[in-house]
């Protein structure tokens, strides 16, 4: 869904509401702290004056610009402090909204998702945020509250200059960023899209690397990186000619502005009083800071708006399938798929596809690649829903169970199965984070894992690598059996659970399988006949699809 700039901003804001207080007293320090830069040179231009008129005021001005001085510099901090609180917490806020949201999305929205622009989500564009919280938000209250004063001051010397001022500060301060932001806007987005693909592919090739070497495509994905590298780099070249235009514009809009006040107050001065000429042009050049910042700001706008856009568009994703919270929490009694149709969005994968799961029996399931095996246990896990039929557990319809109720009841191990860069038993323990040693122990003996856990230098304690990556495909696969053991849900799924396991290790978790079957119910899909074997009952896939 694309939002226009407002839009965004206001959408961006909303998430501050916890934090206004903090936000107004940035506010109130921000224009404090600019009141003390401007008013130190007006009091410079007073002691000039005075000079010039041999008044002996000279003293009090310089203490006075001495006592401003220091309260700036107090100011400024408090105003910086508050805003990067601000900053620091909603971006904590906002992280933690973004993993509720792809929690909630996962498995079945994530399954196609771009990793890589995700991950640039995650990192680089709620970081970016940074710059909308603590430097976008309270500068535009500033530049506000500061021009509205300023006018004033100026317009006590003549309402003609106050009115000029006035139309300066609205033109650097709002139309020029305006206006450029809008033409800045879609390079901004197409930044932070282009961005995230250039990350995602260089994750595909680190992930890849040994197919790439094998295969000895380096040089073209080489040259790729290259492309997407100066892609970006042409759209940030526009960019900064558009940062190079505006910063043009800013100047020379100053200047004219400062230099209308110089002609207005020389011609309208009364008795040609020197003061009511240098004092309102002093005031003028020396007033535009805030504003100043609003213009800078809209150059890093461009970014903050694309990141703030894409961060809402994933708040905002609806889930495919949504968890239920409100619903029964049932023990498990037996499942029955009735007449079930299902299709990713294309192609129809299961067509009045019946199968009744008594419970205590361990059912085999086999059939062709790509026949929808591995579909049946995401359904019935619920990861994604039914289109047409019935699909129930414990006789209740699967979009009637409570998500969590679902979950305890159900145990899934799949043909790739996650491993997080944490200890081994770590790694096993997420089954069940309340689980003893001498549990994930038991587990591990069952699934054919124990002995080679005690190889291990620090045996349960040892590290495993990023993504397992130090784990070979059977060692993965027995924790993913070892997992299922230590849930004791009644309701286990096990996808391809020994296919890469040699025929002794084969044996021995199809062994425990069979030791552990009491009061569970198994479903078991594999192409091998040796793991069929241990199935009570075994049924070919009906949709008998070849991929
Ligand atoms: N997330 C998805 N989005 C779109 N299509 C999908 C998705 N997951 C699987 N498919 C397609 O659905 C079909 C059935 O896949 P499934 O994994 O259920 O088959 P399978 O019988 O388990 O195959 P195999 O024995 O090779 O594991 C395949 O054609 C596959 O490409």
Redesign the pocket.
Known sequence: MRRNGIKIMAELIDLIAPLIHIMILAIITGVLGFLCAIFITILGGYGIIDFINSNSNLKNIFILIFIIAILRGVFHYIEQLSNHYIAFKLLALIRDKIFVALRKLSP?KL??MDKGNLIALITSDIELLEVFYAHTISPIAIGILTSIIMTIFIGIFNIVLGIVAFLGYLTVGFFIPYFSSKFGKKYGMEYRENFGKLNSYFLDSLWGIKEILQFGCGEKRNKEIENKTDDLMNINKKLKNYEGIISGLTNSAILIFTLAILIISYLTAKDGDFKNIIIPVITMASSFGPVIALSNLSNNLFFTLASGERVLNLLSEKPIVEEVYNGKDLKFEGAECKNIYFD????E?LKDYNLNIETNKIIGIK??????????L?LLMRFWDIKKGELKISNADIKEINTNSLRNMESYAT?DTSIFKDTIENNIKIADYNATREEVIEACKKASLHDFIMTLPKNYDTEVGELGDTLSGGEKQRISIARSFLHKAPFILL??PTSNLDSLNEAVILKSIKDNSENRTIIL?S?RESTLNIADKIYQ?KND?A?
């Open positions: 079945a399954e196609g990713y969005g294309g192609e994968i059939g062709k690649s790509g026949s929808g095996k591995s579909t049946l995401k043909q996808d391809e899909v192409h896939m699809r991929s």
